[in-house]
């Protein structure tokens, strides 16, 4: 079972930077997929970005060139490095992983307890 805990959330200014982690305990095999998430309020969980074993990467398009997911295999964590932050993207963020490789919210198999950012303008 792969446990999952995320942090650096916090209250920012837009156009500032954040950089969200997630620890990563237990054991996820030498294949993998991660991804990060998004949710507000009354509203579906969406995905922002996507990792795989072999560093492949996908965006979703409201973020791409803003955002950049990277994994330190060193320390066990999925990062998610947020710059020019927008007040839409206000939101509960977490990290899950995935059973394939892709911009799905169907493909995660485990999720974090999330952390919050919040853009103020």
């Known amino acids: 079972q792969v446990q999952l805990m995320e942090s650096g959330g916090a209250s920012v200014l837009a156009g500032g930077s954040l950089r969200l982690s997630c620890e990563v305990s237990g054991d996820i095999g030498r294949s993998y997929s991660m991804a990060w998430f998004r949710q507000v309020p009354d509203a579906a969980r969406e995905v922002m970005a996507t990792i795989d074993s072999d560093g492949r990467t996908m965006y979703a398009d409201s973020v791409k060139g803003r955002f950049t997911i990277s994994q330190d295999n060193a320390k066990n964590t999925l990062d998610l490095q947020m710059n020019d932050l927008k007040p839409e993207d206000t939101a509960m963020y977490y990290c899950?992983?995935?059973?394939?490789?892709?911009?799905?919210?169907?493909?995660?198999?485990?999720w974090g307890k999330g952390t919050q950012v919040t853009v103020s303008a």
């Open positions: 899950a992983s995935l059973a394939s490789f892709g911009l799905s919210v169907n493909y995660a198999t485990n």
